[in-house]
Nanobody, 124 residues
Framework: QVQLVESGGGLVQAGGSLRLSCAVSGGTFGLYIMGWFRQAPGKERQFVASVNKGGDYRYYTNSVKGRFTISRDNAKNTVFLQMNSLKPEDTAVYYC?????????????????WGQGTQVTVSS
């Protein structure tokens, strides 16, 4: 059974930084496209970023480009989301997800496994 466990969320002031981590167990990490999604109160879960299996192709939603960086360590079965210049509108529960698709994956229904989420709160 594939398990994803996020960590690193918390409360930060606007302009600050956080680094989220997601540890994957029970599967073959190197076979998964990894993604981060977020869900703000009263809103739908939305795509934030993804990274391919080799770690050399990354996709971002427009609102985080230049501020967030997704990366992965295949030796440690872990994916990261470095978040800089945080804004109050980044406040959400952040979810890690794994996809068995062969190429890019940006849609909710393209991901097979999900973590429980970690809360990120950015104060103004």
């Amino acid at each position: 059974q594939v398990q994803l466990v996020e960590s690193g969320g918390g409360l930060v002031q606007a302009g600050g930084s956080l680094r989220l981590s997601c540890a994957v167990s029970g599967g073959t990490f190197g076979l998964y496209i990894m993604g981060w999604f977020r869900q703000a109160p009263g809103k739908e879960r939305q795509f934030v970023a993804s990274v391919n299996k080799g770690g050399d192709y990354r996709y971002y939603t427009n609102s985080v480009k230049g501020r967030f960086t997704i990366s992965r360590d295949n030796a440690k079965n872990t994916v990261f989301l470095q978040m800089n210049s945080l804004k109050p509108e980044d406040t959400a529960v952040y979810y890690c997800a794994a996809s068995i698709r062969p190429l890019a994956a940006v849609g909710l229904n393209e991901y097979n496994y999900w973590g429980q989420g970690t809360q990120v709160t950015v104060s103004s």
